[in-house]
């Protein structure tokens, strides 16, 4: 379960000029449930998936993952947590560009230097799920935005995490693509996984598998 | 006052620390008093940023303060090139009033950087950050040691006097001086030999018996020991001489720094041992503490011997 407890975030852009991102928000994310936060460019969307994922701190307030106070976690800490419990989508969906496919999938298993084997069975169980085997040797550069995005969910699931946090993931998609990934969050919703998608797509709303939808206006919960 | 290259090094390296350290001093005030690892407020996280740059900091500081020990010594047997009379670094701690003292306080100075850093990694291991409020508080004390061993360290470079004859190392470290380290050769060799052996069998003991505070105690009795045993004793077969006993003369090249060697295993050894018994965490501890004071035993021990082997004759 994810819970937030009374979340302040505020940015300092300088010593007179501070940013507030979230103001005491609080909500619950149960396991598997497939959870919407949608709003306006800079509402704090982008902000709370920061915070899930550990890769930012709150200025007051506690984020709790888990039963895992995660806020108060360290760095190097915080950088395990990620690394076992979090897979990431991003909007530009952050490959790299001159590494094919399957290097780039399996980059998160880098650190833990698995065994070879492993990392092969892993690889192509999610080449597999998200259709994109037959791209495997080929480099990301050279790749559909689809194919890309299919490649940043294979690669946010490799290492099978619990939470998958996607931050405007169909922003650089068409409708029939974007319509691809809603199917993909289907299927992570089926295989237990929490999905958590910061969007203002309106492809995303009142889709009946998704468990809640969370307006978020000017770092404050609206709905 | 003599500005020697090494000096010089030694006097911008401490600037460098002092102003620093004092940053880190200040932070570590806040976060000593304000700390509450479960506190969620603004506060808390403002804390917790701050020890982080601050435990960095003093790290640092620590890291490179510990090598930079031999570093003072190896420049006090540089300048004993340079004081009439002084024959090794001994002579040059003699030539002023804090010479001793500063030495007396590098050494208890390293022992507790080593283990402020162990406290540290300690913590940085642990997600509840345990220690953290320990080990801050252990730095607002350590501050000043380490403040006043600047001071001294400043001082004493600075009221050498080229001209004024200092004491010799044979002259200061024998039964006849009337340096207090006198006293130590009072004491029979066979006496010395007994508590040496006996302090080490009861480590040894103790290492398999697993009680971490007899086996810190026994570490820190086996530093004065082994320090006053290598003074009387066992420096004499390293010189081959048995009216020699300075602790500073084997750290030359005459004797192939060999000092070095035989300092370094008696600090690794009775500093883990001392660890074992401030942080409970550290079990392995025991293991390296034993293995580099059996080091220590079997080398010193081994040089008495050979010696005897050689020439059929103790000293």
Redesign the interface.
């Known amino acids: 379960m994810i819970e937030l ?2 979340i ?1 975030k505020k940015y300092e852009v300088n010593k007179n000029n501070t940013v507030i991102a979230l103001n005491e928000v609080s909500l619950k994310i149960n396991s598997g449930e497939v959870v919407v936060l949608k709003g306006a460019s800079g509402s704090g969307k982008s902000t709370i998936l920061s915070l899930i994922a550990a890769l930012s ?6 984020v709790i993952v888990d039963n895992r106070r995660i ?7 915080a950088t395990d947590f990620r690394r076992d419990n979090i897979g990431f989508v991003f909007q530009k969906y952050n490959l790299i560009p001159s590494l094919s496919v399957a290097q780039n999938i399996i980059l998160p298993l880098v650190p833990t230097n698995p065994d070879e084997k492993d990392v092969e069975t892993k690889l192509n169980e999610v080449l597999e799920m998200f259709h994109i085997k037959d791209k495997k040797d080929i480099l990301v550069k050279n790749l559909s935005g689809g194919e890309q995005q299919r490649a940043a969910i294979a690669r946010a699931n490799i290492n099978n995490p619990d939470i998958i946090l996607a931050d405007e993931p169909t922003a650089n998609l068409d409708e029939k693509l974007s319509l691809h990934f809603i199917e993909i969050v289907k299927e992570l919703k089926e295989q237990g996984k929490t999905v958590v998608i910061a969007t203002h797509d309106p492809l995303f709303f009142n889709l009946d598998f998704v468990d809640l939808e969370i307006e978020i206006f000017q770092g404050s919960i609206v709905i | 006052m003599i500005l020697s290259p090494e000096v010089l090094t030694i006097f911008i390296l401490n600037t460098i620390f002092a102003i620093f350290a004092t940053i880190a001093f200040m932070l570590s005030i806040r976060i000593f008093l304000k700390w509450n690892v479960n506190s969620s407020s603004q506060l808390q996280y403002t804390l917790e940023k701050q020890s982080f740059l601050s435990a960095t900091i003093i790290k640092y500081i620590f890291i490179i303060k510990i090598p930079l020990f031999l570093f003072f010594i190896f420049t006090l047997d540089k300048l004993s090139n340079v004081l009439t009379g002084a024959m090794c670094g001994a002579g040059v701690l003699d030539a002023t009033s804090s010479g001793t003292y500063l030495i007396v306080l590098k050494i208890i100075n390293l022992y507790m950087f080593a283990y402020w850093l162990k406290l540290n990694s300690q913590d940085m291991l642990d997600e509840m950050q345990s220690y953290t409020k320990l080990k801050f508080g252990i730095f607002i004390v350590l501050f000043l040691f380490f403040m006043f061993e600047l001071f001294l360290e400043g001082y004493m470079f600075s009221s050498f006097e080229v001209d004024k004859m200092v004491s010799c190392c044979g002259s200061l470290y024998s039964s006849s001086s009337e340096s207090s380290i006198s006293k130590i050769f009072l004491l029979k060799s066979s006496y010395l030999l007994t508590l040496f052996y006996g302090n080490f069998l009861l480590i040894f003991i103790f290492y398999f018996l697993k009680n971490r505070y007899i086996f810190a105690l026994l570490n820190f009795t086996f530093i004065i020991i082994s320090l006053i045993t290598l003074i009387t004793f066992f420096g004499t077969y390293i010189y081959e001489l048995p009216s020699h006993h300075c602790p500073f003369c084997f750290l030359q090249s005459e004797y192939y720094y060999i000092g070095y060697l035989i300092y370094l295993m008696l600090f690794v050894g009775t500093f883990y041992g001392l660890c074992v018994g401030f942080i409970k965490e550290l079990q392995n501890c025991y293991t390296i503490s034993l293995l580099f004071n059996f080091l220590y035993v079997i080398f010193l021990s081994s040089i008495a011997v050979i010696y005897y082997i050689k020439n059929g004759v103790w000293l």
């Open positions: 407890k009374n302040t701190k709150p200025t007051s307030g506690e806020s108060k976690l360290m760095d190097n800490f």
